[in-house]
């Protein structure tokens, strides 16, 4: 009788204990992961993308400049998971973004920093 009542009372504990504590949401959109991973990794998460350069390798891993990192194309940076490097151009969430010109994805406001033709794609 005695071991029916502590089972009885760990279990009501272990019930408990697991309304405290719920677990939340245990799967995350492609979005949502990958601020949760910038996050973690101390890597700003913004919606303006500035582009200072380009280093496109037809072969081998193309590097682009954004917001003052280089940024691998592959393997996948966590930041920018959309990230395609293109001879003159970043496309990011499928925006081409040149160098020296700032985007805002979400409000689709562009800064150019540079004149235009200032920049030469060399062949």
């Keep these: 009788m005695n071991s029916k009542i502590i089972f009885l009372f760990s279990l009501m504990l272990v019930s ?7 677990i939340g949401t245990l799967f995350y959109s492609p979005t949502e992961r ?3 991973v910038a996050a973690r990794s101390g890597i700003a ?3 303006i993308y500035t582009v200072t350069g380009i280093t496109y390798r037809g072969a081998g891993k193309s590097v682009a400049w954004i917001n003052g990192r280089a940024v691998n194309e592959v393997p996948q940076d966590a930041a920018i998971p959309t990230l395609v490097i293109a001879r003159d151009h970043v ?3 499928g925006k081409a973004i040149k160098v020296g010109e700032s985007l805002d994805i979400i ?6 920093r540079l004149p235009e033709n200032a920049v030469q ?3």
């Design 45 to 47: 998460q913004t919606a």
């Design 107 to 112: 409000s689709g406001q562009r800064v150019l």
């Design 91 to 93: 496309l990011i969430e």
């Design 121 to 123: 794609v060399k062949q």
């Design 16 to 22: 408990n204990a697991a309304l405290a504590y719920p």
């Design 34 to 36: 990958a601020a949760l």
